[in-house]
DNA sequence: AGAATTGCCTGACTAAAGTCAGATAAATGG
DNA sequence: CCATTTATCTGACTTTAGTCAGGCAATTCT
């Protein structure tokens, strides 16, 4: 173990929790415990439920109930019944809960300024950059990939935001329902597979694969949200489908695209796809690239 | 406050305790309460003496010792005697503890692995490099910048690698006891100060102050160290500098530069020095700056 | 040498954090 | 409708973290 990236990241966390440690600390400016202190802050000004709250917390119900207690006696929430189901309970701020939410968000703004003012303009910018990056890249680690069902809600939106998506690139636009494609959009066969990407819940990307015969397989509607591009999450999208092929017996994947989609070609061929003659009649598809899944990758 | 820079921290804190403060539950993964793991990793192959050690952890001193007995009596440390000082005591692993810090060191690095794992190559870069880059400059906001006695050892040993560097930097040397800078090498004058730029204790800079006549001062000695450049902190020293002549009632300060330190009279402009006429017989010196300090900064 | 200081220790204590076993009421499944 | 599950709560605990007051021995100051 003397991978230097190992060691940056070690060296970072070290770094980052001496300082922010100070971060957390102004979470006990206000003479109240950090667990109650934390809860308040994630209630948020809307409320939300105890469920959530827990979770999002990673609180015991007993604990949790406990703390709730205390922030109510002294007269920052109240807890009120959830309409539809009246077992479940949510907690909501109080004015002067709000005011008190406040006044850590203040302190918390004052410590970063802080931290910033020592700094000269040109390395406050470095500084801010440089968090953001790591920001976004730690959240692309976070992201996971899952078999979810082709029918859900999130499946549809993502499967919608493609569409959109080819009808802005395409010349002269893109219809799911016309040129050859119509025969692709309907149900998945039978062992399809519906994959979905997702970044703290939200899903930020999709890709399906669809049993061609036996022995071969086509991946389809590879997406990613704009937002979250240049993190490498398609190929991991690419290489979770072909594990699904893999698993599902298919030693050959295969998948036609656009030529305005320049991204998605590459990453074809840097994933070890060839290219290779016309295998349908998707009047969309100007390229069609294959790849044998039985070399190791 | 809606500071976009302010935000960004923050975001960058919520980001990181979310992701790595899994990474310090690492210490938690061997039954062992945080606290005592925390110790016996601090204690490291070498051995402390606990003085450093409580200082290290911020730990009161009682707490200290009960932490100590508990990984005592676990056969992981044993505290012995230091042979100067019979008061001071030295705490050290057995062997069992090494391998137990070796154990949290494998966890450690388990956790850093998992965390850039799920990342492609190139993002594996960038984050190393973004997360580098945040660790230098939480370092750089860190310094702390304070008058100390100008004969101390950090003292004389920032001024000692000033001098070599000068000795390396100009055309035909630098001898301290020759030229003109002789007269000015000895003990600063009565209301004298010296800066010492710390960075977690350690001294990564100076700069001093002496007093010419009744309204003027000059600044000497500015250094910093070689590892920590770049981060804006000869910015600050010299204007901590300032605010030192402003409070000693000068009006105005001078100092003199080298040829060979081009960065020197970038930063000396920058910060509003104009060049003037040799107030000098040092004959290192090519260029003599000068600031009103009565301008507001 | 005697007084003060330093470095570490023990005992006695408190607050916060967290766990676990039920209890209760509402919702759900057959 | 009854059994089961779900969402939350209460009470009784334990552990961890941390503070404070004093005590003892070695060292330093004068």
Tied chains: 1, 2.
């Excluded at 078999?147 to 919608?160: G, I, L, Q, T, Y």
């Excluded at 994959?195 to 990307?205: K, N, Y």
């Excluded at 669809?210 to 190929?235: F, H, N, Q």
Aim: glycine content about 10%; overall charge negative.
């Amino acid at each position: 173990m003397e991978d230097p990236h190992i060691d940056q990241v070690r060296r970072f966390n070290r770094a980052v929790t001496l300082r922010t440690g100070a971060l957390d600390d102004s979470y006990l400016g206000r003479g109240r415990p950090l667990g109650q202190a934390r809860l308040l802050f994630e209630i948020g000004p809307d409320g939300i439920d105890i469920g959530s709250l827990r979770e999002l917390l990673g609180l015991d119900s007993g604990y949790a109930s406990r703390l709730l207690r205390a922030l109510e006696r002294a007269g920052l929430v109240v807890v009120e019944q959830d309409g539809k189901d009246r077992r479940r309970r949510i907690a909501k701020l109080t004015e002067t809960g709000l005011a008190e939410r406040q006044a850590y968000d203040a302190l918390s703004d004052d410590l970063a300024a802080t931290l910033l003012d020592t700094l000269g303009e040109r390395q406050r910018d470095r500084l801010v950059t440089a968090m953001a990056e790591v920001e976004t890249l730690l959240g692309a680690a976070s992201v996971t990939i899952a078999v979810e069902p082709e029918d859900s809600e999130d499946a549809k939106w993502c499967v919608a935001a493609y569409f959109a998506e080819l009808d802005r690139r395409f010349e002269g636009g893109f219809d799911p329902g016309s040129g050859g494609y119509a025969g692709n959009s309907g149900k998945m066969q039978d062992d399809g597979v519906f994959l979905i990407a997702r970044l703290h819940g939200r899903a930020v990307g999709c890709g399906a694969l669809r049993r061609l015969d036996a022995t071969a397989g086509e991946i389809k509607r590879m997406w990613v949200a704009p937002d979250v591009r240049g993190l490498g999450l398609s190929r991991r999208l690419l290489e979770a489908l072909e594990a699904e092929a893999r698993r599902a017996g298919m030693t050959r994947v295969v998948l036609d695209t656009n030529r305005s989609l320049a991204e998605a070609q590459a990453l074809y061929r840097k994933a070890g796809y060839r290219e290779t003659e016309r295998y349908n009649d998707n009047s969309y598809a100007d390229f069609w690239f294959e790849k044998d899944l039985r070399t190791p990758p």
